[in-house]
């Protein structure tokens, strides 16, 4: 398992804006089930499927 990092300024990415969403239990419990399968944050699986989206539509 990679170390998790520590809160904080990311000068190569700095994470300067917040965004907040509601979603229904089944979207929370999935979004759940992919921190801990894949050891990660809840914005960490969240910028994942963004990246994820985003190529996947850059690719058409």
């Known amino acids: 398992m990679k170390e998790r990092r520590k ?4 000068p190569e990415n700095p994470l300067e804006h917040d965004l907040k969403v509601r979603v229904d239990n089944e979207t929370f419990s999935k979004v759940e089930y992919c921190m801990n ?13 963004v990246n994820t989206l985003y190529d996947a539509l850059q690719q058409k």
Not at 7 to 10: E, I, K, Q, Y
Not at 37 to 49: D, P, Y
């Open 7 to 10: 809160p904080g300024p990311h």
């Open 37 to 49: 399968a894949l050891h990660m944050t809840r914005s960490e699986v969240l910028r994942k499927g």
